[in-house]
């Protein structure tokens, strides 16, 4: 029903910026929350940053002041601007979104993943 699709990801050097992006497709009724995750090699996945409906934001400590969330409603996308990168940021960054949906139940809420894009950061 709701399709997340990130990109953006790719090869820079330390110290550099990349802008990630997620856009939503499919039937749905509204996006409710979005955030980022990042699973680094070898490690699970982690929280990254989260846009509220309300448009707060809020992020993980490790991004504070260098990684910044924000959101396109009418085109229904997300963005991750990444500054500063570090080597410690290569990560498979993954985009998720709470969507309510229609159905013959009525309105559903739940949470849909993208499938990934790659950032890799090199010294």
């Known amino acids: 029903q709701v399709q997340l699709v990130e990109s953006g990801g790719g090869l820079v050097q330390a110290g550099g910026s990349l802008r990630l992006s997620c856009a939503a497709s499919g039937s749905f009724f509204s996006i409710n929350s979005m955030d980022w995750y990042r699973q680094p090699p070898g490690k699970q996945r982690e929280w990254v940053a989260v846009s509220t409906s309300g448009r707060s934001t809020d992020y993980a400590d490790y991004v504070k002041g260098r990684f910044t969330i924000f959101r396109d409603n009418a085109k229904n996308m997300v963005y991750l601007q990444m500054n500063s990168l570090q080597p410690e940021d290569t990560a498979v960054y993954y985009c998720?979104?709470?969507?309510?949906?229609?159905?013959?139940?009525?309105?559903?809420?739940?949470?849909?993943w993208g499938q990934g894009t790659q950032v890799t950061v090199s010294s």
């Open positions: 998720n979104a709470v969507v309510t949906t229609l159905s013959t139940i009525g309105r559903v809420t739940r949470d849909y």
